[in-house]
């Protein structure tokens, strides 16, 4: 038993950005087996159910369709039946006493891809590519709107993440704010140059690039890696290699190393883990720009969904992270996909 504590973790971590800190506490699983996902996925809709199978047949309104023909379709974007912002009744606050309340304006968007059956590990990385070219395009459209402060780019996979149709698909949503997130993350970058002349994630990739203790994957214009004081165990985050602040202002011939690095971190997760729910999602500066946010480092984040938050983390705001980020990314290092 002795032996066993002894290879132990127990450390505070900060994050350099927004100086949250983790908990590194190893104690509670020894093995990355054990973090393999035993979670139910969203129950799979037999095709001729499928509300996203044939899109316009069950109610969805087409924005666009990526692909030879409407039959023979890659990619299709539809108007969220049920979304969650809308209208561009954005410019009015009302407050009662000290409350303030507005109108949730905005646009909500669907992004569908075509196989019923695979989920965005499995596809071949060209696919993944014509995805992420679909996100920068319809990013580039959305911000266009009158009520877009900020343009949000997300995936949901499994029951856990959230998703509730278990058709393939992603999420653009513009919104007439700035979420708390992005908010901290920006923040947290601006401190950090302005108290040392530099980006704090090129710091962090020159570091990490140079130990490569938590390096999962590279090519020559992305690194995938496991963050050195994470939120979620086994989280990924893929950066690029070069300081570009703007995801949408990425060149399509680079944005084909970022969808690499994409499949190539979501196929680790997904044969390494068996298949767990995850979430991912693209920080990048606001679309509403008053003012250069060069100081920035555009960024996706992937959390596996492994783990349920108890009191302490409910209480407190805190993370623990039940293994440790250097052996998270030996072992999806070695996962073979």
Known sequence: ????????????????????????????????????????????????LCPFENPQEHGNTVVKTYGVSDHDWAVKVVKNKFPIVSGQNCGFEKRIGPYASNEAAGQHEVVIF???????????????????????ERYL????????????????????AGASISHPHAQIMALSFVPADIRRSLDGSKRYYSERGRCANCDMLSWELKEKKRLVFENDYFAALVPYAPKFSYEIRIFPKKHWPYFEETEDVKLKDFAEALKVSLAKIYNGLNNPAYNFF???PPAERDHEY????????????????????????????DVDPDEAAKFLRSVKI
């Open 294 to 321: 060069d100081y920035y480092h555009w960024h996706l984040k992937i959390n596996p969904r492994l783990a349920v938050w108890g009191g302490f983390e409910l209480g407190t705001g805190s993370d623990v992270i």
């Open 1 to 48: 038993m002795k032996n066993e504590r002894s290879k132990e973790t127990l450390e505070l971590r900060q994050d350099p950005i927004t100086r949250e800190w983790v908990i590194i506490s190893t104690g509670r699983a020894q093995r990355p087996e054990s973090f393999k996902s035993h979670h139910m996925a969203a129950s799979e809709t037999p095709i001729n």
């Open 282 to 284: 693209i920080h990048t």
């Open 114 to 136: 075509k196989d019923h059956h695979k989920s965005l590990a499995q596809l071949e990385t060209a696919d993944v590519g014509r995805i992420v070219a679909v996100f920068k």
């Open 141 to 160: 459209e959305l911000a266009k709107m009158p009520c877009a402060n900020y343009v949000l780019i997300f995936f949901n996979h499994g029951r856990e």
